[in-house]
């Protein structure tokens, strides 16, 4: 019986403008179905899209939290390298946090997977191989 009660159906009245009446009439006569099936579909239609667009929208709107969130905390532990170039635009050094312009020489880290890009000022690249280097030393 519930199933009874669920399908009752309403009447809702609204006022339309007459080239509105008469684009509903022409669809409704294309896909040969009477006027008042095609309203109550496009209304039901219209009602799920902008539910996926808020669901998507929320859902984009966390992953891109997330990211900033990462990207303040971004380590450079999964860096496995370092390629040289001229950067463009500015960026900040993320061994300490220098400010690097436009033309200045600088190093972009390399990753397996995606990351927010990470920049190290020549200084801090020349200081990657001196812990290694000192061990060498100590150890002859």
């Known amino acids: 019986m519930s ?5 009752q159906e309403r009447w809702l009245h609204a006022r339309i ?3 509105l009446e008469g ?14 099936l ?15 667009l808020m669901e998507n929208g929320l859902e ?3 992953r891109s939290q ?7 905390r971004a380590t450079l532990e999964d860096v496995y390298g370092w390629q040289e170039l001229i950067l463009n635009r500015p960026a900040a050094c993320a061994g300490c946090d220098a400010r690097l312009r436009g033309g200045d020489p600088a ?5 397996d997977r995606a990351g927010p890009p990470a920049f190290l000022c020549p200084p801090c690249v020349r200081r990657l191989g001196r812990p290694g280097a000192d061990r060498e030393e100590e150890a002859r």
């Open 3 to 7: 199933r009874v009660r669920d399908r």
């Open 17 to 19: 403008s007459e080239g």
């Open 23 to 36: 684009a509903l009439k022409r669809e409704a006569r294309r896909r040969r179905q009477p006027v008042s």
């Open 38 to 52: 095609l309203v109550r579909n496009v209304l039901e239609g219209a009602f799920d899209l902008v539910e996926d």
């Open 60 to 62: 984009v709107a966390r």
């Open 66 to 72: 997330e990211l900033v969130r990462t990207a303040g």
């Open 107 to 111: 190093y972009r880290g390399l990753r």
